[in-house]
């Protein structure tokens, strides 16, 4: 139990996303708040990124942007992450303006946000 | 880990958790903004600059004005707005 | 009742006994057309009254407390999920190789042939944007077309057309005065620092995508920096005074003509084999604006449209259209 301790010691900034990931997790399963449902996703967006620049940062290394000329590997972090979760930046403010609008859309219609109650006026319009 | 990474982690845990227990949606916003700018920071001091800057324009700008924007569409905002004003009635009286 | 899951199952009990409980209490009116006095219909009379209490009593129990027991029930389970979840991942990332370090199995041949090579191949000092933009350009191209979809597919919810925009068809007739033409024009404070902020943030923008090639930053933070500019000017100062420059004409324009052009490149690029492209294109001087060869162009063409994308969704949610 204690190397198991020391080992997320170790790997503090995996330990901290993994847990803003299962925070994230828990307010999208426990708010019934569409909004706060949302945010709970972003949160879990960040959490993911977190993870992954994490695992490209090599310690004493510099930034991946070559000064005078000197293209040695060796003094560099990985970019492969740094390019992926760049990407995963811009895709996941597109997911959320789309979840956005569905939202809007929701609200237009049965003028709340909480799931429940959407959930029952749906269901009585259906039947 | 160095004091300020510990400081900048924690910050995070709490602002998530925080957003979990505000009441008021706007306040929670707000600190989801606050989220991203820390993060826009800790991508700082993991060597991503190019995160950094997305981060900060992206994260804490444009996400945040969009749900800001969708409160305003849903009207949250002036029940708040009428809402306080009713209590400052109240205190004047 | 179509779906199975156990949300609809419990929530189509509650309503089933409310509609049962209905039924029943419009009974008594009509037992009175009912002859009470022959003894088949007193039996059935009474028979009728105690399915009423035994069934009356279990479907009002149910509507008060079936949906209670669920939501109580849900929230045990959620708990447990994320506890369970967060105790796996915790796991997990006990096992890890230690963070920062330098032998790591994510180090590989990969990265350091995208840093060794990003100078001579792609000509771009930030190995980032060389490796974005040119070794996975694909990617990118994707990533771009994600936005576009993403802002077709939010106009198609929230787009209101033609005259209906000024004069209002929305269901709630209070949005129409207080959303489409709303803009606070009377904020001083505001207008005086957009004055300052929206020049400055329009050329940090600009700086920030024409160095992307040898600075932090790149298309997307730079278009990302342009459109909350643009955004900016429109909150401070109205969308007429916006519209005068950034109308939906121009969007449609710069929009299609930027993701054209990148899907130009882009297909030249693999037309060349994906890997000879550079021996015709002039890299440019390494460090200098004009460096990085196909990806000078790319940025731009990336960054505007991240611009208008982020402008459009801005719009569209504040007055239903650009």
């Keep these: 139990m204690p190397e198991f301790l020391e080992n997320l010691f170790t790997n503090y900034y995996e330990t901290g996303a993994v847990v803003i990931f299962g925070i994230g997790f828990t307010s999208l399963l426990m708010h019934r708040n569409l909004l706060k449902k949302i945010i709970g996703l972003n949160f879990m967006d960040s959490g993911l990124y977190l993870f992954l620049a994490a695992k490209g940062y090599i310690a004493g290394r510099l930034a991946p942007i070559i000064t005078d000329g000197d293209a040695d590997p060796t003094k560099y972090v990985n970019p492969i992450p740094t390019g992926l979760v760049l990407t995963g930046i811009v895709v996941s403010v597109s997911v959320t303006a789309f979840l956005l609008a569905l939202t809007c859309r929701l609200y237009d219609k049965y003028h709340t946000l909480d799931i429940d109650e959407i959930t029952n006026l749906a269901r009585k319009e259906r039947d | ?93 | 009742m179509k779906n199975k899951g156990a949300l609809s199952r419990l929530w189509s009990f509650a309503e089933y006994g409310s509609f049962r409980e209905e039924e029943f209490t419009l009974s008594p009116s009509d037992e009175r057309h009912i002859d009470t006095d022959t003894p088949e219909n007193r039996w059935l009379t009474t028979v009728q009254n105690s399915e009423r209490s035994v069934g009356a009593r279990a479907a009002s129990w149910f509507s008060r407390r079936g949906v209670e027991i669920f939501q109580r029930l849900y929230r045990v389970a959620a708990v447990f999920i994320c506890f369970t979840l967060i105790g796996v991942l915790l796991a997990v990332v006990a096992f890890l190789p230690p963070f920062g370090g330098a032998d790591n199995p994510a180090v590989n041949e990969v990265p350091e042939r995208y840093v060794a090579g990003a100078v001579e191949e792609t000509g771009a000092t930030n190995a980032v944007a060389g490796m974005i933009s040119a070794y996975r350009g694909f990617d990118t191209l994707g990533e771009a077309h994600v936005l576009f979809v993403a802002a077709c597919s939010v106009m198609a919810l929230l787009r209101i057309d033609g005259p209906a925009r000024r004069h209002g068809c929305l269901p709630d007739p209070e949005m129409t005065g207080e959303d489409m033409d709303f803009e606070p024009n009377s904020d001083l404070i505001l207008r005086k620092a957009a004055k300052i902020l929206v020049p400055l943030s329009f050329i940090f923008g600009l700086y920030v995508i024409l160095n992307g090639t040898s600075s932090p930053g790149g298309g997307f933070s730079g278009g990302a920096l342009m459109g909350a500019g643009v955004i900016l000017n429109s909150v401070a100062f109205g969308f007429s005074r916006t519209e005068r420059f950034f109308g939906e004409r121009v969007y449609h324009i710069v929009k299609t003509a930027c993701l054209t052009v990148y899907a130009l490149l882009m297909a030249y690029f693999i037309y060349m084999g994906a890997n000879g492209i550079y021996d015709h294109v002039w890299l440019g001087v390494p460090g200098g604006i004009v460096s990085g060869g196909l990806i000078l162009p790319i940025n731009i063409a990336v960054g505007f449209e991240v611009a208008c994308t982020m402008y459009c969704f801005y719009a569209l949610f504040r007055k239903g259209g650009l």
């Design chain 2, 1 to 93: 880990m160095t004091l300020f990474e510990g400081l900048l982690l924690a910050f995070l845990i709490i602002c998530a958790i925080s957003v979990s227990v505000t009441r008021n949606l706007l306040e929670s916003i707000i600190i989801y903004m606050g989220f991203s700018l820390i993060m826009s920071v800790i991508w700082l001091t993991l060597e991503a600059p190019d995160l950094a800057i997305t981060e900060a324009a992206v994260g804490a700008g444009v996400t945040s004005l969009l749900f800001f924007a969708t409160l305003k569409k849903i009207h949250a905002i002036k029940a708040e707005d009428a809402k306080q004003k009713d209590e400052e009635e109240k205190h004047e009286k």
